[in-house]
């Protein structure tokens, strides 16, 4: 009988109960004479193949790895095709032995090959962890198939727009005709009510129209507007009814909702922006429609599958994820196949979606209200809207069609609603379908991206890596942005713009990503500078909002203007309270709105364009328009500061490669830094602002260069930069040859010298001859996350990165890995714990959500080592989850999941909550019942 390595461990502990072998059990973990006293046995299912007698057995000299130098053991053997398992023996004994990670009593490692190869075993005695590699090595000499796939960092047809996101409702009333949307009756029928900020107020498309060049002249390349669709005109019951004037609640996706116009305006629309150099991007969605089914039990609380799995019209049951991706599915029945029965309230409400097929009640989830937490957040109602089974195959087509109509109509591109609510497999079959149909008619620079709302890189690229997107908006430049804004250290603006590449693959990168600084959903920038600065003076709520936007078109990816922006609107919120009328309101809430840059409220139109905002901005557009590499140039950081100070970084363009040098300061105070470029002795003329006088580097490359309080300098070289006569070396530091590999595994290397340079990626299965790319990155830490999951473990992945500089120049380095499981993730030092959420302005934060409010703030109990914190919360449903030292870098949700869904929190009444963080496992804990 085989014993496995933890049986015979327990059989070693047993005989040492017993008095036997008691010398040797306490010699265990005792630091040998010398590594020549210590025997490392490659230990599993591969020792028969190298010689013992068996496998599994520590004591077999035949395997043995003998010591190389210092801690390290290796070993090179031949091993025929097969499947194996393997860890590391000490001292010829299970008692000592370690797997996966270096872990002692680990999991065993896989190896598997297709074919005899020679490898090397190592083993490292001071962290334990054991590598495999290949014997042999690709050329570490550049050779001619390097030079194809030496590519350049990727530039999508659009990394260099300028969005202007607009809701058509509250911009302009070109039309007054259409304000009830074709209806008879009051507000509840029409949805008209331009004195309610929750409803129907005017703004059409025909308004749209003849503000076209207000628009354009803010230095706008592309429009995105909200949702244009026909929708439900009123929802809700009571206080919380309201109309659909923002686009979400879609009936007909086939026409223009009847309050902003027609589709015959909206082509008309679209051509004299197309006239005006300017693109259309629509707000899209493809989770839910509008509120149209209701249940026949009339409850609504969610109910999982594992309670009331999906049953067949034959009422077996079934997994519907043995389906997803596929061409097939069960046919189901309403009255039988769903954990609530859905049913329609009103006769005709039996046939109000267009088109038709969205009228059958088996094509959505139906399993009640999504609580945005595992699986409800993907399966569950959003807020009550009829969720869409996008797991069934008609959905992915009828969704694919719908959509394919509008690319034909002459959209430019989409922005997709609640990209995270919907499937993985549902956005591999819909992304790429949208972008062929483009391509069909000939439109190669259609581009789509995604609302995902959460702020960390990791987790948003895998939406435009998996998920096959080409782009999220990326709600992490908005969280860093305003961080920066409120003078924190601009560390925090160097840590997250290296997760770029996360986002770096084939065919998309951080480049592309439209950026922004508030928006309808969450607030205006004015608003959280406001909340952010309680005191601060006009001029200064002036100067932060521009130097927001100074970052914003400075830096990487396409930055968004939220209508009204311009204009200096605060609001006093997010929703509702973001949502002003750009005509003369009869919102009184909107009309006492303090503004930025100008004290004039009331009741008046909000289209000057000698506004100091809407001015800035135009020339923000100038100054980006005429050095383009400031848009989608290669961005270097250069300096940040552990305070408040200077964040610095260059841009370059690949083709002229001429070095722009762009410095912010976010401190009160005046700072003068030194800073590295790639060129000796260089003039930097001054660009931004106007009149800037130049600087020059030194004969180390470094250039000094005085930025005022809250403000931003640009300058340009004089020249492009020299030519090299060699590429800088380049070595792997992940993963180290051989090592294990899992999930997205870092794929990286480092250069002997600062030069301008772009290192491409490329892998094989071991065996292959073909390289396939996985992306290349034109700044350092040059590397991409390479996702591994699916690849058999065992697996051994070559790698080769291939650095191209300035001058076309190539050199190369090569490691290997090792297909296993991700390795445990890395806990952050913890110093600050806060439960950010939707209560957070009730208990005295400058807004919701905000992860450094000191408000929110737990406290360490040094007793037993859990954070606690007691807060007066507002009755009804709240959302939570806890940030982990002021930042959403890492976060815990539901089930303590790093990065997981929100917790929802219901409270009965006004009432003191305690919350109880555990840091072991991450779980929170309340004072309230559990629900």
């Given amino acids: 009988m085989r014993r496995t390595p933890a049986a015979l461990r327990a059989l070693l502990a047993a005989f040492t109960v017993a008095g036997v072998g008691a010398a040797t059990v306490l010699s265990l973990g005792a630091t040998p004479a010398s590594s020549a006293d210590r025997t490392v046995t490659l230990a599993g299912s591969l020792q028969s193949e190298l010689g013992c007698s068996g496998d599994w057995q520590p004591d077999c000299a035949a395997s043995h790895l003998p010591v190389v130098s210092g801690t390290t053991y290796a070993k090179t053997v031949t091993l025929p095709a097969g499947s194996y398992e393997f860890k590391v023996a000490l001292n010829d004994s299970w008692t000592e032995n370690y ?130 669709f026909k929708n439900r005109p009123v929802q809700g019951t009571g206080d919380n009814k309201s109309a659909g004037y923002h686009g979400y609640w879609i009936t007909d996706f086939t026409q223009v909702d009847p309050h902003f116009g027609t589709n015959a305006q909206l082509s008309r629309f679209i051509d004299k922006a197309h006239k005006k150099g300017m693109k259309v991007f629509f707000d899209i969605i493809t989770n839910h429609t509008a509120d149209v089914i209701d249940y026949q039990e009339k409850q609504y609380s969610y109910i999982d599958k594992a309670t009331d799995p999906y049953r067949d019209v034959a009422g077996t049951v079934f997994d519907d994820r043995d389906y997803v991706g596929g061409s097939t599915f069960p046919t189901l029945d309403p009255a039988t196949s769903f954990p609530y029965t859905p049913v329609f309230d009103q006769p005709q409400d039996a046939t109000v979606k267009v088109p038709a097929w969205l009228n059958d009640r088996t094509l959505y989830h139906n399993r009640g209200d999504s609580a945005f937490t595992g699986e409800n957040s993907q399966y569950g109602d959003f807020f009550g809207l009829d969720d869409l089974f996008t797991e069934q195959p008609k959905v992915v087509a009828g969704m694919t069609d719908i959509y394919k109509t509008w690319v034909d109509f002459g959209i430019d591109g989409f922005r997709i609603d609640t990209v995270k609510h919907v499937n993985t497999e549902f956005w591999q079959q819909f992304a790429p379908a949208i972008q062929a149909e483009a391509r069909r008619i000939g439109n190669n620079d259609f581009f789509s991206f995604g609302e995902v709302f959460d702020a960390s890189p990791e987790f948003m690229s895998t939406y435009t890596t998996e998920a096959k997107l080409p782009a999220t908006l990326d709600f992490g430049f908005q969280d860093k942005a305003r961080r920066f804004n409120d003078e924190k250290k601009t560390d925090e603006l160097r840590d997250f713009f290296a997760k770029d590449d996360y986002y770096t693959d084939v065919d998309s990168n951080a480049y592309q990503l439209p950026t922004f600084l508030g928006n309808h959903d969450m607030g205006r920038v004015g608003f959280f500078l406001s909340g952010d600065n309680p ?101 270097i950081q250069r300096f940040s500061e552990d305070r408040a100070g200077v964040f610095a970084v260059s841009r370059i363009d690949r083709r002229d490669k001429v070095e722009y040098v762009v410095a912010f300061n976010n401190s009160s105070t005046d700072r003068t830094v030194t800073l590295p470029t790639y060129s000796k002795q260089m003039r930097f003329n001054g660009v931004w602002p106007r009149g800037l006088r130049p600087v020059r580097s030194d004969v180390t490359a470094n250039v000094t260069v005085s930025v005022p309080a809250l403000s931003t300098r640009v300058f340009k070289a004089r020249s492009a930069l020299a030519r090299r006569t060699s590429a800088p070396s380049i070595t792997f530091n992940a993963p180290e040859p051989g090592a294990t590999i899992g999930g997205r595994a870092e794929i990286g290397v480092s250069a002997d010298q600062a030069a301008f340079s772009q290192v491409s990626f490329a892998y094989r299965k071991l065996g292959e001859t073909a390289w396939q790319l996985l992306g290349t990155d034109d700044n350092a830490p040059y590397r991409v996350f390479h996702d591994v999951s699916a690849v058999e473990k065992g697996t051994i992945l070559e790698y080769r990165a291939v650095l191209k500089d300035s001058s076309g120049n190539l050199s190369v380095a090569n490691s290997s890995g090792l297909v296993g499981d991700p390795p445990p993730p890395a806990e952050p030092v913890v110093t600050s714990v806060t439960v950010p959420g939707s209560f957070n302005s009730e208990i005295g934060c400058a807004s919701d959500w905000q992860p450094d409010c000191v408000q929110a703030h737990l406290t360490k109990d040094l007793a037993d080592g859990l954070w606690k914190g007691t807060f007066e919360l507002p009755g009804g449903q709240n959302e939570f989850k806890v940030a982990i030292n002021d930042s959403w870098d890492v976060n815990y949700g539901a089930g303590g999941e790093r990065n997981g869904g929100n917790i929802v929190l219901t409270v009965a009444g006004p009432a003191k909550v305690s919350f109880v963080y555990d840091p072991v496992g991450h779980q929170v804990t309340t004072s309230l019942p559990p629900p």
């Fill in 99 to 228: 797997g996966a990670y270096g872990a002692q009593d680990g999991k065993n490692l896989a190896l598997v090959l297709s074919q005899t190869q020679q490898l090397v075993f190592s083993y490292d005695d001071a962290t334990h962890r054991t590598a495999v590699r290949p014997a042999g090595n690709p050329p570490s000499h550049p050779v001619r198939s390097d030079r194809a796939l030496a590519k350049e960092s990727l530039r999508a047809p659009l990394t260099r727009e300028r969005f202007y996101f607009v809701m058509a409702d509250r911009f302009a009333n070109g039309d007054t005709s259409n304000d009830m949307g074709g209806l008879s009756g009051g507000r509840d029928v029409t949805g008209y009510d331009p004195a309610g900020k929750g409803w129907y107020h005017g703004g059409d498309i025909a308004g749209l129209t003849q503000k076209i060049d207000y628009i354009k002249g803010l230095g706008t390349t592309a429009i995105w507007l909200t949702p244009s």
């Fill in 535 to 635: 005191g601060a003076s006009g001029a200064e709520l002036l100067r932060r909002d521009q130097l927001a936007h100074e970052l914003m078109y400075f830096t990487r990816g396409q930055p968004v203007v939220y209508y009204g922006d311009e204009q200096g609107f605060v609001g006093d919120g997010g929703d509702q309270l973001a949502r002003q009328d750009m005509f003369a309101s009869k919102v009184a809430e909107y009309n006492d709105d303090p503004m930025i840059g100008t004290t004039r409220l009331g009741s008046r139109d909000r289209f000057n364009r000698s506004a100091p905002m809407y001015r800035y901005l135009k020339e923000l557009a100038e100054v980006v328009s005429k050095h383009p590499a400031l848009r989608d140039g290669a961005q």
